[in-house]
Each structure stands twice: as C-alpha cells, then as structure tokens.
C-alpha cells in the first residue's frame, strides 16, 4: 500500500542538504522534510552527550511533523546518536550515512589503503573504521579529523581561496605520506564536505577516487523505503498497477504531488541561498525558533 507521508532529514545545518538532493533525484514522487540545526553547529567539536541531545529534539521535532523515516544526514549525528535514536522511538526506521559510505568506499579502492576526512566527533567514535573493516578488514584506514572545514562550509565558502587553503591544509597528512603509502580512495565523511569537492579534487587530480556517504546513503534509502512497504505512488518500485523503477517503465506523473519543506533554526537567508547554490532553484525556508541558540566552535 503507497504511504504519502514525507520523509524527514537532518543534519547539524546545511551539509545534509547534499543527502536531499540525491535522494529528490532518486525518489522523485517523495514528498520531504529537512531541518538543518545551523544554530548550533557544528556537532564535530561537541561532546557526545549534547550530539545525543541535539538529534533527539531533531529526530522528534520530525516525528511529530508526521515523516516515515528518518535519515541522519549527518555523519557526526549518526556516529553518536543512531543507536539512542533507534532505542528512543522504535516505531520509525532510522537511516544514517556512515555504513552506506563505508560500503561505497570499500568497493572503490583498488590498493586497499582509504583515506576518511570527517569531523573529530565523528573520527573519534572509530564508526566508519569498523564499518569499513566489517566490510574488508585488510582494508587500510587513515583518519583524518577535519572539523574546522564545516564553518566555512556553512558559510558559503565553497570555492573561495580560504576554503581550498584549509582543504589543502587538512589533507596534509594523506597527500604528504610516500607516494607508495596513499590512500586512492578518499571518503568524504561529513555531510558538508561534499560542497567543497572540487578543493578535494584539485589536492589529488585524478589519481584518488572521492566516494561521499550523501550519494551512498541516498541509494540505501530506496531500499529501505521498498523493503518497508512505505514508497509513495510510482516513486520506486513497480508493478503492473504502479509502474516504477524496477521492472516497468517509470510513469510520467506520479499518483500524488510531491512537496518539499526546508526548515533551520537558524539564519533563513544564509540557509536559503546555499540551498539554491545546490539545488540551482529558489527554495523557501521556513524557521524553528525553539532550538536558536548560540552556536559554539
């Protein structure tokens, strides 16, 4: 049976947006809810406990929107919090971004040395090591924390000069190793980072695939959504009454018209026009004042 409820996502602020797109563009007939908690971020210099905290008012101000599924569209948040999510409100199925990425990346390395780039929170929860050894353990892993890239991110820094010198900066430790000794796989283990691509990708040229847990984690969704039974009408997946992507030529219209909402508890006007720097389209942005509080570094 097609369920019409909308799917909820969230992130510590815009970052997440990057899980968005690639889920609008995978599900089409999904209607979706994101909040982004740009008063408050970045989660990857905070402790654990307030990581925890924050996703819970996030994960619940989602739940009561009415949304099917969540997903984390946060590394940080999914490394501390997923499973105290998962155990506070069992009845709706979490998705997080960590196990997706480090999936995508274990099939893209070809000299089993991966380079991992994501906040210090999310670094020191050790989550994508053991995902990525639960895939492969011969796999190499090297960690790089590189929280202070997600201010300027948040900022709209994304080709700016600042921006490519932290970049090249943060990276240090894997393009400065002996040239036998690097990564050729480099996951972008934090939501944000995938705005600032084309700075990873000039510190490498073409010699280091970028994997990002946003596409990877957009794909597991499909799924989840399909094995769950909770895809709204020609979204995904097809039958003889409802055509869709496996199986049967998609429709041209879906059953239902779709709606997309963007909420922060943040500055709607910097939120909005980095929104319409990814989505190429003016997106109104709605604000949750309940969560505005001073953002720590």
């Not at 099917?68 to 919090?81: D, F, G, S, Y």
């Amino acid at each position: 049976m097609a369920d019409t409820r909308p799917i909820g996502f969230f992130d510590s602020g815009v970052g997440g947006l990057t899980v968005l797109r690639e889920a609008q563009l995978r599900l089409p007939g999904e209607s979706t809810i994101y909040l982004g908690d740009s008063a408050r971020h970045p989660y990857g210099t905070r402790s654990d406990e307030e990581v925890v905290h924050f996703a819970s008012e996030l994960a619940e101000a989602l739940i009561d929107e009415g949304v099917k599924v969540i997903v984390i569209a946060c590394n940080t948040a999914t490394a501390v919090a997923l499973p105290a999510l998962r155990t506070r409100y069992p009845e709706t199925p979490f998705i997080g971004v960590i196990r997706p990425g480090a999936a995508a990346a274990a099939l893209s390395t070809r000299n089993g040395r991966i380079g991992v780039l994501a906040t210090a929170a999310t670094v020191r929860s050790g989550a994508y090591f053991t995902a990525i050894k639960d895939e492969n353990p011969a796999l190499h892993i090297v960690q790089v924390a590189a929280s202070e890239l997600v201010p300027l991110i948040e900022q709209g820094e994304h080709g700016s000069a600042a921006l490519r010198s932290a970049v090249a900066q943060a990276l240090l430790p894997l393009t400065s190793i002996d040239p036998s000794q690097r990564v050729d796989t480099l996951l972008l283990g934090c939501t944000h980072f995938p705005f600032a691509r084309e700075a990873f990708a000039s510190c490498f040229g073409d010699t280091v695939a970028i994997v990002d847990s946003a596409t990877a984690a957009a794909g597991t969704l499909r799924e989840v959504l399909a094995v769950n039974q909770l895809e709204a009408p020609g979204s995904s997946r097809g039958t003889a009454a409802d055509a869709g992507h496996a199986g049967h030529t998609a429709p041209e219209h879906v059953a239902v018209t779709p709606t997309h909402r963007l909420l922060t508890t943040g500055d709607t006007a910097q939120f909005r026009q980095l929104a319409v720097s990814l989505f190429g389209s003016e997106r109104a942005v709605e604000t949750i004042e309940q969560y505005k509080v001073p953002a720590r570094g």
